[in-house]
């Protein structure tokens, strides 16, 4: 408990400098970001752990807390999207050739490096080495594939299509759940009864990000995402250096991102709820022993630092990691999120395979 005093000042004493100097609503978003950053790291509630688990163990466990924490997200998000279209907007990215390369290598990095976007985040949090090192990776992967997005967009897209805008909340959030219960009885016969299929942690743990999700949605405006927070900390990084000129680049010239990168970076929702995020885990961390690292070799640490660079990569081309794309995508209607889980999954099959040959004895 000890332990947890200085980190407990710190957090406070950010808290309060948020609510008086920038925003109540950053304040606000910060202690949501606490909230999932404890919650991932208390419940270890991995989503590429849940997905290599299915894939090597037949354990749905994890993938079917996934499914309950879409069901219920989608269930409060998508009435609330209705009600409020001009407040509140949908995590929405475009059907594209960008969407599919980004979503197939993502699932196979995050099976090498072991963590996605919130996976990241919250095991460097946790003082896992690799994640740690892995982290700055990823926020520079996601400028530089925000940066070639408009080259990959040119590949061929469509608009974005909002299941809430074209059908309404009703009939949105069937689709919704008829989609998720049709996975979840797949993954169940595909599985059989070798292993339980459901984990109490786990699914209290979705329970949880659920509603943080929605509180997310409701405070920000818009839903929980982390890999925009990322690139935009590498992007101030590159302006600052003057190694990079946003003006030229069709990414960083929309009026939204340019506003963006000349604000203080406590504005932005998304880089408040990641560090929040590392604060909820460092919380967790500071209350538990180290954990045990095993030694790695160069080898690994090469394999496991490219994919992380391209973690950041493939997600900006994705619109999302597992948060952005299929939390926040899912849960809000967005069809690319319906067309990044398959993809992610089949890139996971590579992924795990690789994660077997170089990182499994």
Same mark, same amino acid.
């Given at each position: 408990?000890?332990?947890?005093?200085?980190?407990?000042?710190?957090?406070?004493?950010?808290?309060?400098?948020?609510?008086?100097?920038?925003? $109540?609503?950053?304040?606000?978003?910060?202690?949501?970001?606490?909230?999932?950053?404890?919650?991932?790291?208390?419940?270890?509630?991995?989503?590429?752990?849940?997905?290599?688990?299915?894939?090597?163990?037949?354990?749905?466990?994890?993938?079917?807390?996934?499914?309950?924490?879409?069901?219920?997200?989608?269930?409060?998000?998508?009435?609330?999207?209705?009600?409020?279209?001009?407040?509140?907007?949908?995590?929405?990215?475009?059907?594209?050739?960008?969407?599919?390369?980004?979503?197939?290598?993502?699932?196979?990095?995050?099976?090498?490096?072991?963590?996605?976007?919130?996976?990241?985040?919250?095991?460097?949090?946790?003082?896992?080495?690799?994640?740690?090192?892995?982290?700055?990776?990823?926020?520079?992967?996601?400028?530089?594939?925000?940066?070639?997005?408009?080259?990959?967009?040119?590949?061929?897209?469509?608009?974005?299509?909002?299941?809430?805008?074209?059908?309404?909340?009703?009939?949105?959030?069937?689709?919704?759940?008829?989609? $998720?219960?049709?996975?979840?009885?797949? %993954?169940?016969?595909?599985?059989?009864?070798?292993?339980?299929?459901?984990?109490?942690?786990?699914?209290?743990?979705?329970?949880?990000?659920?509603?943080?999700?929605?509180?997310? $949605?409701?405070?920000?405006?818009?839903?929980?995402?982390?890999?925009?927070?990322?690139?935009?900390?590498?992007?101030?990084?590159?302006?600052?250096?003057?190694?990079?000129?946003?003006?030229?680049?069709?990414?960083?010239?929309?009026?939204?991102?340019?506003?963006?990168?000349?604000?203080?970076?406590?504005?932005? %929702?998304?880089?408040?709820?990641?560090?929040?995020?590392?604060?909820?885990?460092?919380?967790?961390?500071?209350?538990?022993?180290?954990?045990?690292?095993?030694?790695?070799?160069?080898?690994?640490?090469?394999?496991? $630092?490219?994919?992380?660079?391209?973690?950041?990569?493939?997600?900006?081309?994705?619109?999302?990691?597992?948060?952005?794309?299929?939390?926040?995508?899912?849960?809000?209607?967005?069809?690319?999120?319906?067309?990044?889980?398959?993809?992610?999954?089949?890139?996971?099959?590579?992924?795990?395979?690789?994660?077997?040959?170089?990182?499994?004895?």
């Amino acid at each position: 408990m000890t332990k947890r005093i200085p980190l407990a000042v710190a957090i406070t004493a950010f808290l309060v400098f948020l609510a008086w100097s920038v925003a $109540l609503r950053q304040a606000l978003l910060f202690m949501v970001g606490i909230g999932l950053g404890a919650v991932l790291a208390g419940a270890r509630f991995g989503f590429t752990t849940g997905w290599r688990k299915l894939i090597e163990q037949r354990d749905p466990s994890g993938v079917l807390a996934q499914l309950v924490l879409l069901a219920i997200a989608a269930a409060v998000s998508m009435p609330l999207l209705a009600a409020f279209p001009t407040d509140l907007g949908a995590a929405l990215g475009p059907p594209s050739i960008s969407l599919i390369v980004g979503a197939f290598v993502f699932g196979g990095c995050m099976q090498v490096a072991d963590g996605c976007g919130s996976g990241t985040l919250y095991k460097a949090g946790l003082g896992i080495p690799m994640n740690m090192a892995i982290l700055p990776l990823f926020a520079l992967g996601s400028f530089l594939g925000s940066a070639t997005l408009e080259q990959w967009l040119s590949l061929g897209a469509l608009p974005p299509y909002g299941l809430v805008a074209h059908f309404g909340a009703p009939t949105a959030l069937l689709l919704t759940l008829v989609g $998720l219960a049709l996975v979840g009885l797949a %993954v169940t016969r595909w599985t059989g009864r070798t292993t339980r299929w459901w984990d109490r942690k786990l699914l209290i743990g979705a329970l949880l990000l659920a509603i943080l999700a929605v509180l997310n $949605l409701i405070i920000a405006g818009q839903p929980w995402g982390i890999v925009y927070g990322f690139g935009l900390w590498a992007a101030k990084i590159a302006t600052a250096a003057q190694l990079f000129d946003p003006a030229t680049n069709a990414f960083w010239s929309e009026p939204v991102n340019t506003a963006t990168l000349t604000q203080s970076v406590f504005l932005d %929702v998304t880089s408040i709820t990641n560090i929040g995020i590392l604060a909820g885990a460092l919380w967790i961390a500071a209350g538990k022993p180290r954990p045990n690292s095993r030694p790695m070799t160069s080898a690994q640490w090469m394999i496991g $630092l490219v994919a992380g660079l391209l973690l950041g990569y493939s997600s900006r081309l994705a619109f999302g990691c597992n948060i952005g794309a299929m939390v926040s995508g899912i849960s809000t209607g967005s069809l690319h999120g319906w067309i990044w889980v398959p993809m992610a999954f089949m890139g996971s099959l590579i992924g795990v395979r690789v994660r077997r040959r170089w990182f499994t004895s």
